[in-house]
């Protein structure tokens, strides 16, 4: 212990004696007292802060998912149209050819359409023959023929009905089309007004006869209902035919034969049969109206005419 304090002692002698007394001994002897140099830190550069830009990574596009496509509605199913209901009565008109078919293209004229008048298209030097002779004539547009005939594609035209002179032109070289088209035409129109009121009658005929008192209690003694042959026919319609008393009706052409039917104090019995028209053979109906056992006429069922 007291070697400690001893030396604590000589630090402390020592140090006073440096601080006090070397400066005045190095006075005196010109030492100058190097001092302590105090090395000043230089001042820190300010850290300047780097701004770092901060890039943003571009923001990926918005992926568009495809919108959907619309389903379409299922279409509802048509709801089936109902059926006109058919009258089982109504009249149905029937078909008719036109005048190129009933003509083969103008290549087959009916035996009717001549003699039948024409009238000329343009100028012609005309061949006129007369038998074994022929004469050349100068035929003007819009002068007066007769179509008389017909010869291959041409038709033969004389200047009067009677006349012994021919020449030979095409259709063409005359108004014949037109007039038959016409004519035709004209014909069908009277033809299905004809049998539609040829229906009509029969639809009022059955109507009549089926709210009627029984005929035979009306028709009366010697006025008796027309009798049907096995074969269909009727006897006494036959018999009129054959006498002459119609000429358009032939029993071999009928077709159809109707019941009787007691009206208006005349039995009635409707045939429909074929008849030749300038167009063709076409079906047609008529009536026999009979009287106390006699066919007192014939009339068309759809004009009421008499039939030739």
Do not use: C
Not at 79 to 96: G, L, Q, R
Not at 145 to 157: C, D, K, R, S
Not at 263 to 291: H, P, S
């Amino acid at each position: 212990m007291k070697g400690i304090l001893i030396l604590i002692l000589a630090a402390a002698v020592g140090y006073i004696s440096y601080e006090y007394g070397y400066p005045v001994l190095t006075n005196y002897l010109k030492f100058e007292k190097k001092q302590k140099e105090v090395v000043v830190a230089p001042a820190p550069e300010p850290v300047v802060k780097k701004e770092v830009a901060v890039v943003e990574p571009p923001k990926p596009e918005p992926v568009m998912e495809p919108k959907p496509e619309p389903k379409p509605e299922p279409k509802p199913e048509p709801k089936p149209e109902p059926k006109p209901v058919v009258d089982p009565n109504a009249f149905v008109s029937p078909p008719i050819p036109s005048i190129e078919e009933r003509t083969q293209n103008w290549a087959v004229l009916p035996p009717t359409t001549f003699p039948r008048q024409v009238t000329m298209k343009r100028d012609l030097a005309l061949s006129m023959k007369i038998g074994a002779n022929s004469a050349t004539s100068q035929i003007k547009a819009g002068s007066i023929m007769f179509a008389v005939a017909q010869e291959g594609t041409n038709i033969l035209v004389s200047p009067t009905q009677t006349s012994p002179m021919r020449g030979a032109v095409t259709l063409d070289d005359t108004d014949l089309k037109e007039t038959l088209t016409a004519g035709y035409e004209n014909w069908k129109v009277l033809y299905i007004a004809s049998l539609r009121k040829a229906h009509e009658f029969k639809l009022a005929a059955a109507e009549r006869a089926k709210n009627a008192p029984p005929a035979a209690a009306k028709a009366g003694p010697g006025n008796d209902k027309p009798v049907k042959d096995k074969d269909g026919t009727y006897p006494l319609l036959v018999a009129s035919m054959k006498s002459g008393q119609v000429t358009e009706i032939k029993a071999d052409a009928i077709k159809e034969w109707s019941e009787p039917v007691f009206e208006d104090g005349l039995w009635k019995v409707n045939v429909k049969y074929e008849t030749m028209t300038m167009f063709g053979k076409f079906d047609t109906e008529a009536q026999a109206q009979i009287k106390n056992g006699v066919v007192d006429k014939w009339i068309y069922t759809g004009s009421g005419e008499v039939v030739p």
